[in-house]
């Protein structure tokens, strides 16, 4: 199983690869519109100061392993005990999966939380003049997950995509979802600028385009490696 989903993952790579650089052209201008976003990204670079300055650590640990107990709740698997510390913490549960070991690498908790909160208050009160702050909520938080993500992923193998299949299969299924998940919450946020009609075609296009240049590469080396062992 490990070696069908180290394959999965090596081919999984360029759409990964495409689905980023496409999701930063598709969100790029949306977000330049400063007098609709600057909510969101003023909430957004002050988690990247807080980041810079070394904190919120704990807060990203506790998180992380209340997103792995969550993703377990969700398909029906016993969470037996949540431990979370400064630098690192841990659930125990009856078993787990590729889901629930990933689940904390793509779902934004907290996001999640800021965008319940608000929400509900929404069915019983007039919260529109507190859209703002909800925006700069939710860019502090993505920002949040983000970087602590990113953070995590760059230092040692964690234990979590080894489970999950090793980390040739985990690292471009997170990038590929990470990338989806930022779309959906521009939508979400913003509904009126951004097309998920056009930014699903931006996508396809160019994994079609990763793909097509890749089958090319791979049809021209096969071809000189004949002439070459013909002569």
């Known amino acids: 199983m490990r070696l069908v989903k180290t394959l999965i993952g090596i081919a999984l790579a360029p759409a990964a690869a495409a689905a980023a650089w496409a999701t930063a052209a598709a969100l790029g201008p949306p977000l330049a519109k400063f007098n609709v976003t600057f909510p969101l990204l003023g909430g957004a670079g002050a988690c990247l100061l807080l980041h810079a300055a070394g904190r919120g650590s704990r807060l990203y640990v506790a998180a992380h392993e209340l997103t792995h107990a969550m993703a377990a709740v969700l398909i029906g698997v016993r969470v037996r005990k949540i431990s979370v510390g400064r630098k690192s913490g841990y659930v125990l549960l009856d078993s787990t999966n590729t889901f629930i070991s990933l689940a904390p690498y793509f779902i934004p908790f907290y996001t999640l939380a800021a965008a319940g909160t608000y929400w509900t208050a929404a069915y019983f009160a007039d919260v529109r003049p507190y859209r703002p702050w909800f925006l700069a909520a939710a860019g502090f938080t993505l920002a949040f997950h983000l970087l602590h993500t990113a953070d995590i992923l760059s230092g040692p193998v ?38 998920l009609h056009a930014y699903a075609h931006r996508v396809l296009a160019a994994q079609t385009w990763a793909y097509g240049h890749i089958y090319s590469a791979a049809a021209y080396a096969a071809n000189t490696a004949k002439i070459y062992f013909k002569t």
Request: charge should be positive.
């Open 158 to 195: 964690q234990s979590d995509l080894k489970k999950a299949g090793g980390p040739v299969f985990s690292l471009p299924l997170l990038l590929l979802l990470n990338c989806l998940g930022l779309a959906a919450a521009l939508k979400l946020l913003f509904p009126e600028l951004l097309s």
